[in-house]
């Protein structure tokens, strides 16, 4: 069975001071790794999708990446508006179902 | 370019009543998925809907639930006598195929009395 573990669970940083989030996945046949960001009340927002092991995405503050057994999402010198709970989702081969890790909620204060 | 539209956004049932969930997909997309989100837990994949098909319902409990996808008009997902643990945010997706990163409503906010 797919399972995919997000950490931290939360995260509290002060305005500018970066850092990252980790999703460690054990799948069978992956064949691409979503992140999502989910704020209260609302659905999960796609942000990337990669799909190889060395593949990197940036948009704005946030840089995505992936390993064979992990995905990190670096952000740099975030702002209060970056908080929200960040998602991770893998999607194999064998399913056409994501596999969401319970994510990550990370609260940025000035 | 309208996103994925979910109705209602919240929807109250007495035990024992028939819940019905409507998604819209996003223009272009054929392919539609339901999710649903306890509190304190990640979503969990119910459904996996093309046009007129159901394609993988391996994450849906076998006993009163049900989802569409007609020719015609939005998904539905019903959930026939309600049970207070049905009480959940339900989320739709949608792809323009399978592989495609899925897109989001802001979902059903199902609470049974």
């Known amino acids: 069975e797919d399972q995919v573990t997000q950490s931290p669970e939360a995260l509290r940083l002060q305005e500018g001071e970066s850092s990252s989030l980790n999703c460690s996945y054990t799948?069978?046949?992956?064949?691409?790794l979503f992140w999502y960001r989910q704020d209260p009340g609302k659905g999960p927002e796609f942000l990337f999708t990669?799909?190889?092991a060395g593949e990197e995405k940036e948009k704005e503050r946030l840089k995505a990446t992936l390993t064979k057994k992990e995905s990190f999402l670096h952000i740099t010198a975030p702002k209060p508006e970056d908080s929200a709970t960040y998602l991770c989702?893998?999607?194999?081969?064998?399913?056409?179902?994501?596999?969401f890790g319970t994510g990550t909620r990370l609260q940025v204060t000035l | 370019n309208a996103g994925v539209m979910q109705n209602p956004r919240h929807l109250v049932r007495r035990r024992g009543q028939e819940a019905r969930l409507r998604c819209s997909p996003m223009?272009?997309?054929?392919?539609v998925y339901w999710y649903r989100q306890l509190p304190e837990e990640g979503l969990k994949f119910m459904v996996y809907?093309?046009?007129?098909?159901?394609?993988?319902e391996s994450g849906m409990p076998k006993e009163r639930f049900s989802a569409e996808f007609p020719k015609e008009g939005p998904s539905i997902l019903r959930i026939q006598q309600v049970v207070r643990g049905d009480s959940a945010a339900y989320f739709c997706?949608?792809?323009?195929?399978?592989?495609?990163?899925?897109?989001f409503g802001d979902g059903t906010r199902l609470s049974i009395l």
């Open positions: 799948v069978s046949g992956l064949r691409g």
């Open positions: 990669l799909y190889s």
């Open positions: 997706a949608s792809s323009p195929e399978i592989d495609q990163p899925q897109h």
């Open positions: 809907l093309q046009k007129e098909n159901i394609i993988d």
């Open positions: 223009k272009g997309h054929s392919h």
């Open positions: 989702a893998v999607f194999t081969g064998t399913a056409s179902k994501l596999t």
